[in-house]
């Protein structure tokens, strides 16, 4: 009997040295970024990560991208709240633990000084610094003035040009080639370096939406006028039009560059008011258009803005069904897929305008409604859908 206490004691022992041995603690050495956006894909490195480690924030686990013994990407769940949390590490043993701080998706900036409470401005990004102007003042008096917007120091100053821009209203302003553009009723490029304005060739057509690929601008003539599409050459200061775009005549529509490859879609049907929930990928080289099949949770949205970032699509508020809307989606190429981002925490609004700059989303004007009477938007929010 006493050997067989005596061998449970020794087998009791040699299994309290084994679970010694195999328990693993984990180490943090670093997190990058230590603060970042819900969505956002983050690195921490450190020691004795396995493929079995949990990562949580919180009470919220983390799904891991990648994992190796000192290296582990994941991605910051979707389901926190702005704030500090810790981050909790576990492979084996005692977990690590380190703070990390989720940004707000949206975060409110400096107004406009010069802004129009009647007519619709336009602008375009140079490095890291936004021009928005023209429009109408209350008397329906078209504007010529510009405004800069300051990215890094949150703040307006007035553009003081050699040369005025004829006075406009409704113009469609784009970047290329790290010039300016503007479009209606004449054709004008701004160069930052000379602050000056100088008059292009005429042609093409208005769009909402002018998309951007290279050195060419491709211009969708979205509303009852027509399905045409015109390319303009930045080189050859020259337009040429291109194939009809094949899908359904619509008003309001929207549209992305994303990696060189144009997006366009949405807008309403303007004699049924039917909503359109399609997206069209464009082949420059084959000069056709393919409808991509990825299931949209949008449902359908005209006058709603369209950009690209780090190689993802957006699109976001807008119009569906009578209804403004603040929702922003992602959508993935690689993927063909989409999904829901965040919501604008202020009021929904139509034909805003959005400017990319420094891995931000600046977004600016639009108006409560969707006629031409609705009252107008002063906001300025710089969006973060991902931070990196």
């Known amino acids: 009997m006493k050997k067989i206490f005596?061998?449970?004691?020794?087998?009791l022992a040699v299994s309290c040295s084994k679970l010694e041995i195999e328990r693993v603690d984990a180490k943090i050495d670093s997190i990058s970024?230590?603060?970042?956006?819900p969505g956002s894909t983050i690195t921490i490195t450190g020691s004795n990560?396995?493929?079995?480690?949990?990562?949580?924030?919180?009470?919220?686990?983390?799904?891991?991208?990648?994992?190796?013994?000192?290296e582990i990407t994941v991605e910051v769940p979707t389901s926190l709240n702005e704030g500090d949390v810790e981050i909790n590490v576990t492979s084996r043993g005692i977990p690590a633990?380190?703070?990390?701080?989720?940004?707000?998706?949206?975060?409110?900036?400096?107004?406009?000084?010069?802004?129009?409470e009647d007519g619709y401005p336009t602008g375009f990004v140079i490095g890291n610094r936004i021009y928005v102007g023209t429009g109408e003042s209350t008397s329906d008096t078209d504007l010529n003035d510009f405004y800069i917007y300051s990215t890094q120091s949150d703040s307006w100053g007035e553009l003081e040009s050699d040369n005025a821009l004829p006075f406009r209203s409704w113009s469609r302003g784009f970047t290329a080639n790290e010039k300016g553009y503007l479009l209606h009723s004449g054709f004008w490029e701004f160069n930052p370096n000379t602050d000056r304005w100088t008059e292009l060739a005429s042609g093409g057509t208005t769009s909402n939406t002018p998309l951007v690929v290279g050195n060419n601008v491709y211009?969708?003539?979205?509303?009852?006028?027509g399905k045409a599409v015109w390319k303009y050459s930045i080189i050859d200061d020259e337009w040429t039009q291109m194939n009809d775009f094949p899908g359904a005549l619509r008003d309001g529509a929207t549209g992305f560059v994303v990696n060189g490859v144009a997006y366009f879609g949405q807008g309403v049907d303007r004699s049924t008011q039917d909503f359109f929930n399609d997206l069209w990928r464009y082949n420059e080289s084959s000069d056709t258009w393919t409808e991509v099949s990825g299931p949209s949770p949008i449902a359908g949205l005209q006058y709603a803005v369209g950009f690209a970032l780090n190689g993802k699509g957006y699109i976001g508020l807008g119009r569906s069904v009578g209804n403004t809307k603040?929702?922003?989606?992602q959508y993935t190429p690689e993927t063909d897929s989409w999904k829901f981002i965040s919501d604008l925490p202020s009021d929904p609004r139509v034909k805003a305008h959005a400017f990319v700059a420094n891995d931000k989303v600046y977004l600016m004007y639009g108006s409560e409604v969707s006629t031409n009477f609705g009252e107008r938007i002063d906001e300025v929010w710089e969006f973060t859908p991902e931070t990196l």
Do not use: C, M, W
Request: net charge negative.
């Open 6 to 11: 005596y061998l449970l004691i020794v087998l």
């Open 33 to 37: 970024p230590v603060a970042a956006v």
């Open 49 to 70: 990560f396995t493929e079995n480690t949990v990562v949580t924030f919180g009470n919220a686990e983390a799904g891991l991208i990648t994992v190796s013994g000192n």
């Open 97 to 116: 633990v380190a703070d990390f701080e989720v940004l707000p998706f949206f975060v409110e900036k400096s107004i406009h000084p010069g802004f129009r």
């Open 219 to 225: 211009l969708v003539q979205d509303d009852y006028f």
């Open 326 to 329: 603040t929702s922003f989606y």
